[in-house]
């Protein structure tokens, strides 16, 4: 199972893929959640010690630039993918291996690519191998990282989105944007829900758009308070009300 988490920054994508992570780990699953936000913040929400040591950094020396066919060149990773896992991969709490890789540093040598076609072949190698574990991809707010039929894939693709029309709209472009790469299931999450007449405004836009809402987060003050103690919010309160929504949530992945 491959899923990625869409959205405008700042609509709760981190916190909703991290705790899903935990989730998902903590029912047993073997998880790989990456982290593809060139401000990388997924570890604090899957309880990753802050002085805990840190796997090496991803660079662009691990792209190769191949030819193809005649005159033709493509990138692709060095390295089997296991061997990034062990490599790069950081273990977290709860069955959970985190794997950066939004801030690839450039090397001097390798394939003088950019950070971008990195960050685009990682996630290609992530999605296209192995099957055995569930895939949670926390994307920056765009979806480049899924150009070059990655989408094929990825499972599902959920756009978080906010009551307030800018998210709305953003939710909007970012479903065709999916449907465009070739990515079927295309849902929304609505999150940071405070009343009714907020869950109506996501689910009369979402309508008018044909994107099913999986569903909603309520605005959670325990969100908050674990933001402001550095921790996440599975960790400040197992019982917080996002949290018992992701987990309804999760029970109903595999339908
Ligand atoms: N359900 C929620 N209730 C309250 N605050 C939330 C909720 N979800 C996210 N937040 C807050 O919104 C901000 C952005 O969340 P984040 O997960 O970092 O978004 P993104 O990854 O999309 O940029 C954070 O301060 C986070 O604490
Ligand atoms: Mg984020």
Known sequence: MKIAIAGKGGVGKTTISGTLCRILGRSNNEVLAIDGDPNPNLSVVLGIDKNAKMPPSLSTDIIERVEEAEGKWKFQVKMPFPEIMSTYGQKAPDNITLLMVGKPEIAGTGCMCGSHTVVRELVHSALSSGDSQITVLDTEASLEHMKRGTSRYVDKI??????????????????????????????????????????????????????????????????????????????????APSVKALETFAATLWN
Do not use: W
């Not at 907020?198 to 979402?206: G, L, N, P, S, V």
């Open 158 to 239: 959920y756009t978080v989105v906010e009551p307030y029309y800018r998210s709305l709209e953003a939710a909007s472009r970012f479903a065709d944007m999916a449907k465009q790469l070739g990515i079927k299931k295309v849902e929304a999450i609505g999150n940071k829900v405070r009343n009714e007449e907020e869950k109506m405004a996501i689910t009369e836009y979402c309508q008018k758009i044909g994107l099913p809402i999986a569903v909603f987060v309520p605005f959670d003050e325990n969100v908050m308070e674990a933001d402001l103690k550095g921790i996440s919010v599975i960790d400040h309160n197992k019982d």
